[in-house]
């Protein structure tokens, strides 16, 4: 408990009773719990930890916390402290009961609808700890808090007992220990990677604060337990160089800007590389935003505006002019790694998923901001400033003839008869929701597939070799692959609207499901990588809108006598061996066959295996975090080797080497 012990914060009480508020009751949580969580798989089950960091980091947000320390402890729950004021526990008059069990039984009951106690509240959703404790079978709350610890134990949300007093302490802030409903969650297994990179972002985006993560199911040779640390001195400057790790920049320093206007504080970091890619990563109070919002449309509008002036005034866009080429804001981004950070009082969020900025007075205050900032640099740093806008002109250049490659690829698409690839066998069904297109490494494994599916609602498109690598191709060329081409036909999809000439248009896609299915060997693993590289950087609606896929084929065969069981793991491999030689009772020696390419099945044994709707085991891919996806991929398929050996060195001990 000595990391709660933090004299140099402010010891500023007047957080009572008084300034927790009551908006509306629980009930509604157990029975609908993806409103609340979003889901009640993986995605959710981990939204329960983010809810609780959420409110430390409100804590910290006001000046009143700087270590925050989750556990996952061996039976998959989870404990969040804090050395915070700690949550109130005196008697809430108006609820009749202490201020600790209001925060912990009441949705939208805390002290950050309170303006005094909290000027900006993280989270998205504000349904606080109290959803958190609805969705445990067993919640503890323990507070160290003037000098007192004080306790208070839940079940499905309902108090066992009364707030408190259990001993005295030095120590202050809010330990939450809880443990998910298991009757809820589809999963309850928590990941550590998952919980490590939220914590990691929520370090850069709140500079100064300390985030320690422990995972109590891994101990290591020397007693302790598999845990990592986080913090930022430098906030988002540190983020963009993580980010852009793996890229080439063209610029020394990040361009940095920080501010405040209408209470409402902004932070921005930027800076230009060589990819062909735009990366701008938006939050607001923490929150990802990934659709965007009036934040990013304020910082878009005033990048374009602004390094279009200073590019018109320098005349460096004769060039350009001269071959009639137009300048879109496409181009100012092309290259462009970008960290967006707002605090918003009481912010409205619409689109899809929730995760889009509506305050229409933001877009206005990063508008202006960015283009007085953004201004002052081009200014004082010519040389930076020479470097952005070649780098515009190469990208107008390059669209340009992207766009003659991509729009000669969709003629083809959309006349002529012959607009399927040749190589392409189809599915008599035309019924997009329930046809899947296989993309399968090789010839041979393509025919293969052919001969093992079912022709009704199962096409394949066998793919020659290693797909172009998209991270380090220019536009143009991307568009005149020939397997791309054919990926992109056979989809029937169209790329580049008016509105925005990245944007992909699915009204016409022809498969419900997009399924990649590679060799179980290094070969096949970097194909895949490539393959969703090219749908994470130009289909990403595709992934987005749940239609890509990886087909899992199996590891190994076992056979003894007339038993014979396919196996996915080696794990699985060691468990069926077992269970076939226990006890000397089967007759026949034991075979195991290692599958290293799809090749080695026959069409019958494919079909069992890996494209039987009734047996198969497809995994759909997910975003988990957009953020992090995007430095993966860059650092993974990039120009950039130091990062990519760093990655590959701290995640050896995951891989399997095939010899």
């Known amino acids: 408990m000595s990391d709660l012990d933090n004299k140099d914060l402010p010891q500023n009480e007047d957080y009572t009773a008084e300034n927790i508020q009551v908006l509306e009751g629980l009930e509604a949580v157990r029975k609908r719990p993806a409103m609340y969580i979003g889901d009640v798989s993986d995605r959710g089950l981990h939204h329960l930890v983010y809810e609780v960091v959420d409110n430390s980091i409100d804590e910290a947000l006001a000046g009143h916390c700087n270590l925050i320390v989750v556990t996952i402890h061996k039976d998959n729950s ?272 619409e689109g899809q998923t929730k995760t889009k900025l509506g305050n229409n007075e933001v877009m206005g205050i990063v508008d202006q901001m960015v283009g007085e900032m953004l201004r002052n640099y081009l200014e004082e740093n010519p040389k930076d400033a020479k470097e952005i806008v070649n780098k515009v002109i190469l990208a107008a250049t390059a669209r340009h003839a992207a766009r003659k490659a991509r729009e000669l690829v969709q003629r083809k698409n959309v006349f002529g008869g012959g607009g399927l690839p040749g190589k392409l066998w189809d599915c008599s069904s035309k019924k997009s929701e329930e046809c899947e297109l296989y993309l399968v490494e090789g010839d041979s494994a393509g025919g293969t597939a052919k001969q093992g599916r079912d022709s009704k609602f199962q096409a394949i498109l066998p793919l020659r070799g290693k797909i172009l690598n998209v991270e380090k191709a220019m536009p143009h060329k991307i568009f005149e692959s020939e397997e791309i081409k054919n990926i992109f036909t056979a989809l029937g999809v169209s790329i580049g609207t008016e509105e925005d000439s990245k944007a992909l248009n699915l009204e016409k896609l022809r498969y419900g499901k997009v399924i990649i299915m590679t060799d179980a060997d290094v070969d096949g693993s970097h194909i895949a990588t490539l393959i969703l590289t090219f749908f994470f950087r130009h289909m990403k609606e595709l992934i987005e809108f749940g239609h890509v896929y990886i087909a899992t084929p199996p590891l190994y065969l076992i056979k003894k006598g007339k038993q014979e069981r396919y196996v996915w793991s080696d794990k699985e491999r060691d468990t069926v061996t077992a269970e076939f030689t226990a006890n000397g009772a089967n007759t026949g020696g034991l075979h195991i066959q290692r599958y290293k390419g799809l090749g080695e099945m026959n069409e019958t044994q494919l079909w069992d295996t890996t494209m039987n709707p009734a047996t198969r085991t497809l995994r759909q891919v997910t975003i988990e975090n957009l953020t992090e996806a995007d430095r993966v991929f860059a650092m993974l398929m990039g120009d950039e080797v130091p990062p990519r050996r760093e990655f590959i060195e701290q995640n050896a001990h995951y891989a399997k080497i095939d010899i």
């Open 78 to 349: 989870i404990s969040v402290l804090d050395n915070g004021r700690g949550i109130p526990t005196d008697f809430h008059e108006k609820e009749q009961r202490s201020a600790l069990e209001v925060v912990l039984t009441v949705l939208h009951a805390g002290g950050k609808f309170d303006k005094d106690s909290y000027k900006v509240s993280g989270g998205l959703h504000g349904v606080g700890v109290s959803c958190v404790n609805a969705l445990s079978e067993h919640l503890r709350a323990e507070v160290f808090r003037n000098g007192i610890h004080y306790m208070q134990e839940f079940e499905y949300g309902k108090p066992i007992y009364s707030v408190k007093e259990v001993g005295q302490t030095e120590q202050r802030g809010t330990l939450i220990w809880f443990k998910p409903d298991a009757t809820t969650f589809i999963t309850t297994e928590y990941k550590f990677g998952t919980l490590a990179t939220r914590l990691k972002e929520l370090a850069f985006l709140n500079k100064g604060i300390t985030l320690k993560i422990i995972d109590e199911r891994e101990e290591k040779e020397d007693g302790t337990f598999a845990n990592d640390r986080f913090y930022s001195e430098e906030g988002l400057k540190d983020f963009i160089n993580y980010l852009d790790g793996g890229r080439e920049k063209i610029m020394e320093h990040p361009i940095y800007m920080e501010g405040e206007k209408d209470n409402v504080p902004v932070e921005i970091v930027m800076q230009y590389n060589t990819s062909f890619s735009e990366n701008i990563h938006s939050y607001v109070n923490n929150i990802n935003t990934i659709e965007g919002g009036t934040h990013l449309a304020g910082f878009r509008r005033a990048l374009t505006r602004t390094l279009k002036k200073y590019a018109d005034e320098s005349k460096m866009l004769e060039k350009l002019e001269k071959q009639k080429i137009e300048i879109s804001g496409d181009d100012f981004r092309e290259g462009l790694t970008a960290i967006i950070s707002v605090k918003v009082a009481e912010p409205q969020f």
